[in-house]
Nanobody, 116 residues
Framework: QVQLVESGGGLVQAGGSLRLSCAAS????????MGWYRQAPGKQRELVAT???????NYAESIKGRFTLSRDNLKITLSLQMNSLKPEDTAVYYC??????????WGQGTQVTVSS
């Protein structure tokens, strides 16, 4: 099992910044890819960004150039720096960890609200 705890969400005005963090515990040596997903009201959960254990990143087109994903493999933490936030970035953001043998795990989610 892997436990994921997110922090850093909140309310910000359009154009502002927030930094989300995710701390993993449990069977962390088995974690391969980590990432952030988000779900806005009435919409399906969508990928925001992922990063492999070797540092390869993948970003959704909608956030490229505004969000930066980083990972600390020693502390097993994941961070998402979000700049130039837009109202359409409003969603619940979920941390995800994909393991080699135990499947995928999710955090409880953190709310990000961007006001216009």
């Amino acid at each position: 099992q892997v436990q994921l705890v997110e922090s850093g969400g909140g309310l910000v005005q359009a154009g502002g910044s927030l930094r989300l963090s995710c701390a993993a515990s449990g069977r962390t040596p088995n974690i391969n890819v980590m990432g952030w997903y988000r779900q806005a009201p009435g919409k399906q959960r969508e990928l925001v960004a992922t990063i492999s254990s070797s540092g390869s990143t993948n970003y959704a087109e909608s956030i490229k150039g505004r969000f930066t994903l980083s990972r600390d493999n020693l502390k097993i933490t994941l961070s998402l720096q979000m700049n130039s936030l837009k109202p359409e970035d409003t969603a619940v953001y979920y941390c995800n960890a994909l393991t080699d043998y135990y499947g995928a795990f999710w955090g409880q989610g953190t709310q990000v609200t961007v006001s216009s």
